[in-house]
């Protein structure tokens, strides 16, 4: 009994500083941000907050500017499962194979997530630029002058633009996911395919891509989570504008609280974030889950 | 013997680990870390401003400051610079929101400062001009924007209008003379656009640009009632007199007045474009000319007021200007900082300052009264400038300046891209008006 009790001090001892960490970091400042939502606060430290009960998420709910950036969300999103998913796993198998220069490769693949993002975000603006800018002066170098655009000033061109950098500058993160579930397939479940005749499709099929069901579950709950909450990028390519136009809830989130003085209704758009990403997080466990 | 030692290690690391946490969290205050000046150590002042550009403005009051630095008088100013209007504003907010505001700031006065008046954070000058009355009475009567009731909570630093400068160069090419009215302006821009040459390269990225455009349009259109009657809306912004404004401000950009994408471009890359004689005009405060000496264009720009309504010609002396930008102290609640960071203030608002100012930057027009250095030499530019700024009769700021809201500004700013993008006038002023708390 003393021993079990002496076990439980240790436990207790050694779980402490990562639980105190954790109620530092996290629990508390979410709970100041639950809080907040609740009250209309200037955003001055020595100013009262006032508190006006739901209206922040009221308001939140009726701001066109917040459903706009929900569906750029969505965009990020979309272009997670659609473009980032298949070339991250695409960077996977060819830096899990045994071609000549797969060194090379891993380096060259996973550069860009080394590279700070508002400064990749940068060098794109200024690429993109249409007076100027690299990709459109290369269009117009191979007759492709009608497809040169205002990347970053058209509406929904814009918040394409800034996904598809978005998984140039992850995928190589992405890829490290698949590699390592790659890694983990036994190589005489591969032998036993090749035996039995399975061509090379067959085996992707039935069986490297459901035995790395758990890769693909990290990816689909980083990247939810990773979209909903996705800001610097944004931020730095087009501050969410023109006209709120490439808004995400984390840009609209900054631009109330900080240039709108308004921390309240900052704090219901965080929350707001943060319990869709719960929600979809535990959904997307569950479902994978009921499947196995 | 060796799990004990573990068992000690593994307690130790979570103590230090605890024990640094504890070190992160307690401390508040605004940030005047070095000693609280009454032990009478060094006392460090942090002002943030603007100024951190390459241009003569700037190197100057960063220089003055290292020279301040030098004195070794027991205070040192850390300069905080960001140049970017908004990213300053957003700064400062997060500054104040946390608590760790900076000792001294630039800002615009009126609503923008509402909130801090409001908070309580601002440190009252008047008990520093009872003391000092020579200081106060050094300054042009500039201080309303800084105003409430008894309580003055800030100096002007600056004096300015909006004025149109253009490149003589292109004009005299293409047979224009300088335009005095609106209707002129547009008959310029008109064929400047059928010669192939940008008339302004706006850039709108910065969405202060068509802002301060909104603000000249409807001085110049309204007279500077305009402002008020916004504030208090008697006029609101999706009135028709406000339509018409944004009617005009878009109807100039689908005539390619702005240049090809004004939202792909922001303020420097506007002013490079002037600068290397890109673009024709650019409508700027009368700091810009220290900008012009040394480009491309220099020698080949002449400045003139803001153009006004040929039909309105009884608001041609209401004009955007007046004390733009003014410094302000936060109370610290430490009274040796509070006058450290005063005697900061005093130095950079200074007779001897703006006389210094004046011959760096040839010229120029201040918020302070001096005499001028016998060696400035004055150049053409800013003789005319002064001369433009004697005429104007009203000097108002940006009209968000006075509203009772203080996201306006923003907002309003924000709303206009819209005009740019496939807004019209009318979504532009139900976006405005959408937004708006005080109906």
Redesign the interface.
Known sequence: MVKKRKNLV?SI??I??AL??LF?FLLYPVFEAVKLSFYKW??????KPIFIGLENYKAVFQSPNFWLSMRNALFFMIGGFLILMPLAFLLAKIITSSIRGVKFFKVSYYLPVMLPVTAVGLIWVYML???WGLVNSLLEKVGLSEWAM?W????TLNVVSVVLVNEWIFAGFNMLIFAAGLVSIPQDVYESAKIDGASKFKTLIYITLPLMKESFKVFSVLCICGCLKTFDLMFAMT?G?????SEVPATLL??E???????GRGNAIGVVILVLGMVLSIGLNKAMKSED | MKKALKKGIACTLGAAMIFSLTACGGSSGNGSEKGDGSKGENIEIRLTSRWGGEETLSKYFNQKIEEFNELDNGITIVADNVTDEQQYFDKLSSQFGAGTQPNVFINYGGTSIKDYIDGGVLLDLEPYFEEDPEWRDSFLPLFDNWQDGEATYGVPVMLYQILLYYNTDILSANGIEEPKTIEELEAACDKLVAAGITPFQLGESSNFRAGHLLNNLCYKAYGGDIADKLASREINYDSEEMLEMYAKIQEWNEKGYFGSNPLSVDNNGEKAAFLSGESAFRYDGAWFVGEITGTEVDGKVDVTAFPYFAEKEEYKACVQGGSGQGFSITDSGDEAVNDAAVEVVKYLTSKDYYAGLEKASNGGIYPVKFESDPETEIDDMTVKIKGIVDEAEEFHGDMQEIDPETHMLNTVRTALQGLFLDGTPESCGEEIVSQEEVK
């Not at chain 1, 200037?42 to 100013?47: E, F, K, N, Q, V």
């Not at chain 1, 970053?152 to 509406?155: E, Q």
Request: charge should be neutral; glycine fraction near 10%; proline fraction near 11%.
């Open positions: 240790w001892a050694f402490l500083p105190s960490l530092v200037t955003g001055i430290a020595s100013a630029q249409p007076d205002n970053l000033g058209t509406p501050g504008g023109p006209n709120h136009t900054y631009t609280a900080f240039s709108s003085k308004n921390f």
